[in-house]
Structures are given as C-alpha cells and as structure tokens.
C-alpha cells in the first residue's frame, strides 16, 4: 500500500477540515477556505466540494491547497498529523491501517468545543442582561438575568485562563471542563439569543456564584447582596 493509499483510507477530509481548525457543522458543511466565503458553501465528508467555488477533490488534494504543498508533501503532512506510518520510500505500513483519532486530534477538538461552547455562552449572557434587565424595582427578577448575574464573570475568567494559556493549561481546561459544557451546550444549541429557557443549577465557584437553582419565583432574598447591588442599588442598603 502506497502512502498515498493509506492516507486516503485512514484519514477523510472532515477529519482533516476539523484537525486544521475548520468547523464543520452537524450537516457536514463548513465555510469553504479556498474563496471568501460568508455563508457554509463546502460540504466536507471523505472528499469535498464546494458548490460555489467548485473546489473539489480528496483529503490530500484538500491538504494540498490548504497549506500550498504539492501532494506528496501534503500526503506526508497528513501522515504526520494523523499517525499513518511509511517508510523512506513513501510506502505505508504494511499492516491495516484503521481510521483512527490520534490523541493530539482529541486534544485539539477538546479544546476547540471548549472555547466555542463557552464563548456562545458568554453571548447569550451578555444578550440576557440587556434583554431581562428590570424596568422598574417593581419587576420580577428574570431567571436568565440572575443566571447571567452570576455566571459572566466566572464564563469570562475561563476564557481568559484559556487564551493566556500554555498549550498544557489549555487542555487541562477543556477536559477538566467537558461536564459542564455538556450542561451548558443543549441549552444553546439551535436557539437564538434569548430564548426562553429555566434557571439551571451551575458551578460552584470562588467567584460569590452559589448553586442554587433559580425559578421564575425566585425573590429578591435569593439574590446575593453584590448582585442586588448590580441590578437595583436603591433596594439595598448597607455597605
């Protein structure tokens, strides 16, 4: 088996769009990197085409214009990324090669759900608390508002731990973390900023975040002072 034939066998393109940091969606369509494209024009799969540019081919032709390489150089990068063995004369291991996710791919798909999951939340917290903000002190506190009130800070800091960062640091995060995305992300998925949804119960943080879960009844008492503060200065008094 020839090189060429073993990357093509083990590795499709959607594993490489993904590994090189293109997001694909759940239909398997991504913005195409070969043109300016604002809306997903590329369908990725074991091959890909693009039904604007018509860009199409397999995973080394992909690799090969992604990064500028001829086939063979790209083939070989692909190896490299991929963990496919050959030898100096560009033949591949003699024995099956299975498709498979190396552990550098589960790290870097890890820490890409990790910042694209928190970084969503954050937008929807920032669009919280200017949507359910109280008009008056007479209004009931919004779940969604006291949940943002809560939780932007500590979103913000992990965002910021990962950004600033090692390469280390910022898997310990995402892996540290996958509990909790798997919380947060359904309550996001496919939904506009500012759908209606409950309060949840969330991390239990040094940052002055309680765990409590929060209703639609929720009163004012249930709020910490600093957050009574924020929202509604004139109902509290005292340092």
Same mark, same amino acid.
């Given at each position: 088996?020839?090189?060429?034939?073993?990357? +093509?066998?083990?590795?499709?393109?959607?594993?490489?769009?993904?590994?090189?940091?293109?997001?694909?969606?759940?239909?398997?369509?991504?913005?195409?990197?070969?043109?300016?494209?604002?809306?997903?024009?590329?369908?990725?799969?074991?091959?890909?085409?693009?039904?604007?540019?018509?860009?199409?081919?397999?995973?080394?032709?992909?690799?090969?214009?992604?990064?500028?390489?001829?086939?063979?150089?790209?083939?070989?990068?692909?190896?490299?990324?991929?963990?496919?063995?050959?030898?100096?004369?560009?033949?591949?291991?003699?024995?099956?090669?299975?498709?498979?996710?190396?552990?550098?791919?589960?790290?870097?798909?890890?820490?890409?759900?990790?910042?694209?999951?928190?970084?969503?939340?954050?937008?929807?917290?920032?669009?919280?608390?200017?949507?359910?903000?109280?008009?008056?002190?007479?209004?009931?506190?919004?779940?969604?508002?006291?949940?943002?009130?809560?939780?932007?800070?500590?979103?913000?800091?992990?965002?910021?731990?990962?950004?600033?960062?090692?390469?280390?640091?910022?898997?310990?995060?995402?892996?540290?973390?996958?509990?909790?995305?798997?919380?947060?992300?359904?309550?996001?998925?496919?939904?506009?900023?500012?759908?209606?949804?409950?309060?949840?119960?969330?991390?239990?943080? +040094?940052?002055?975040?309680?765990?409590?879960?929060?209703?639609?009844?929720?009163?004012? +008492?249930?709020?910490?002072?600093?957050?009574?503060?924020?929202?509604?200065?004139?109902?509290?008094?005292?340092?």
């Amino acid at each position: 088996m020839t090189l060429f034939e073993a990357v +093509k066998q083990s590795v499709t393109t959607r594993q490489a769009a993904e590994y090189y940091g293109i997001r694909v969606n759940r239909n398997g369509m991504c913005l195409c990197p070969f043109h300016e494209d604002k809306h997903p024009s590329m369908k990725v799969d074991k091959r890909f085409h693009c039904f604007a540019c018509q860009a199409d081919g397999d995973v080394i032709d992909f690799a090969s214009r992604l990064h500028g390489l001829d086939a063979k150089e790209a083939a070989k990068r692909l190896a490299a990324d991929f963990g496919i063995h050959y030898d100096g004369q560009g033949r591949a291991s003699p024995r099956p090669v299975k498709p498979k996710i190396s552990e550098k791919l589960k790290q870097y798909q890890a820490e890409q759900r990790f910042f694209r999951v928190y970084a969503d939340y954050l937008h929807l917290m920032k669009d919280w608390r200017s949507l359910y903000a109280r008009r008056t002190p007479e209004e009931n506190w919004h779940p969604l508002f006291v949940e943002a009130l809560q939780n932007q800070d500590y979103v913000e800091y992990l965002l910021d731990s990962y950004l600033s960062g090692t390469e280390e640091e910022r898997a310990e995060l995402a892996f540290a973390h996958r509990d909790e995305q798997n919380k947060v992300f359904p309550r996001f998925e496919g939904r506009m900023p500012g759908a209606k949804s409950g309060g949840m119960e969330f991390w239990s943080t +040094k940052r002055r975040h309680s765990r409590k879960l929060y209703r639609k009844d929720a009163s004012v +008492k249930e709020l910490s002072r600093s957050s009574q503060r924020l929202c509604c200065p004139e109902r509290v008094t005292g340092p």
